[in-house]
C-alpha cells in the first residue's frame, strides 16, 4: 500500500522542532513519506550544529524563506518569519493536493509576531486560509478535549457562549471527530451553575446539548443523544467518569487541557477538525531551555501526531 505523504512544517527553528525531526526519520518514514518545509541551507545548519547527520531520504524543500543564523533558545523574527513561512508551504501543498496531511513542529508566537505575523498560532490562520470554523482539538485514543473557546481572556468566556454558535460547534464537531461514544460537554461555571446559583449559562449550554442531539438524529445515523451535560467540570474528569468518555467539550482552554495534560502531558497531540484537509501537531511548544543540547527528547507527541495521520 503506497504511504501517506504528510508535509512536516518544521516549525522554530531556534527551539526542538528539527531535532525532533532528525531523530524520527527513519521512524516516520517507516509509516508515512514525510516531506520536510525547510531547505537545504537551514538544514545543514541546524544539522551541524546539533551534530546530527542528516538521514537518508530527507527530502526538503528548496525556497522557504531567506537563510538566518540559528539562535538556540532565542526568540527572534527571523526564526519567526521562517516558522511562518514553512507553515504556509505545508498548506499549500495540502491544497494543491501533492500531500494528504500536514504535521507542524512547535512555533513561538511571539516570534510570529516580531515577523509581522498578525495571527496567534495554526488554527486561527488555517481558519482564514480556509473560512471554515477550525475545532481545535487535543489528546491521544485515551482521551479528546475540543475547546469551544480557545485563546481569549478568562473574563471574555462568559460572554462568548451563544447557543446558536454552540450548536454548530456540536454538529460539526460530531461530524469531523466521529466519536464511537457519547461525548461529555461541560459546564461553565462551579457545579454547572447548581441550577442557576451559581450562573446561568448553562441554560444556553443544555438548550445547544438539545438542538445538536435532535439534529443529528434526524439527519443522519448519529448515536442516541450523542452529547451529554452540561457536566460539572470538576468530577467529569475523575476515574468514574473517564470509564464512559473519551471525548469532551470545554468550554474554555484551560478547563479542558489542565486536567487532559495532567494525566496524558506526553502522548497528546492537537487536531485541527472542521477543514478540507488535516492537520495534526505536537502539543509542547518550542522547548527553548534544552534546544540544540542534545537533550533526550520525548518523541512520543511527535509520532502519535504522525500516526493519528495514517490511522495507525
Not at 551541524?48 to 524543500?61: A, M, Q, S
Not at 515577523?115 to 489528546?139: E, N, P, S, W
Not at 494525566?263 to 531551555?289: K, M
Request: include cysteine; charged fraction near 20%.
Amino acid at each position: 500500500m503506497e504511504k501517506q505523504k504528510v508535509a512536516i512544517s518544521i516549525g522554530d527553528l531556534n527551539g526542538i522542532g528539527i531535532q525532533l525531526a532528525l531523530e524520527n526519520h527513519k521512524k516516520v518514514s517507516q509509516i508515512a513519506e514525510p516531506i520536510y518545509c525547510i531547505d537545504s541551507i537551514m538544514l545543514e545548519q541546524a544539522a551541524e550544529k546539533l551534530n546530527i547527520p542528516v538521514p537518508n531520504h530527507f527530502r526538503t524543500v528548496e525556497e522557504i524563506a531567506p537563510s538566518f543564523e540559528i539562535k538556540p533558545g532565542k526568540v527572534t523574527k527571523e526564526s519567526g518569519a521562517y516558522a511562518y513561512a514553512s507553515f504556509l508551504k505545508a498548506v499549500q501543498m495540502a491544497k494543491a493536493k501533492k500531500v494528504d496531511a500536514i504535521c507542524t513542529l512547535p512555533i513561538h508566537k511571539k516570534a510570529w509576531e516580531l515577523a509581522g505575523v498578525h495571527y496567534k498560532g495554526h488554527t486561527d490562520a488555517l481558519r482564514d486560509f480556509f473560512k471554515c470554523d477550525a475545532i481545535m482539538m487535543l489528546g491521544c485514543p485515551k482521551m479528546y478535549v475540543a475547546l469551544y473557546t480557545e485563546h481569549i481572556p478568562l473574563k471574555e468566556v462568559a460572554g462568548s457562549i451563544d447557543e446558536e454558535k454552540l450548536t454548530q460547534f456540536l454538529i460539526d464537531f460530531y461530524h469531523t471527530a466521529k466519536p464511537a461514544t457519547s461525548v461529555a460537554v461541560l459546564g461553565l461555571n462551579p457545579h454547572a451553575g447548581d441550577d442557576g446559583v451559581l450562573g446561568d449559562e448553562e441554560k444556553m449550554i443544555t438548550q445547544a446539548i438539545n438542538n445538536a442531539n435532535q439534529f443529528l438524529s434526524t439527519q443522519c445515523s448519529a448515536l442516541n443523544a450523542p452529547f451529554e451535560g452540561p457536566m460539572v467540570p470538576d468530577v467529569a474528569f475523575t476515574p468514574n467518569t473517564r470509564k464512559y468518555y473519551t471525548h469532551y467539550i470545554a468550554m474554555y482552554h484551560d478547563q479542558g487541557l489542565a486536567p487532559l495534560k495532567a494525566l496524558y502531558f506526553d502522548e497528546g497531540i492537537n487536531i485541527s477538525l472542521n477543514l478540507p484537509i488535516l492537520r495534526t501537531s505536537v502539543d509542547h511548544g518550542t522547548a527553548f531551555d534544552i534546544a540544540y543540547k542534545r537533550a533526550k527528547l520525548n518523541h512520543l507527541s511527535y509520532f502519535n501526531a504522525i500516526q493519528y495521520i495514517v490511522g495507525v
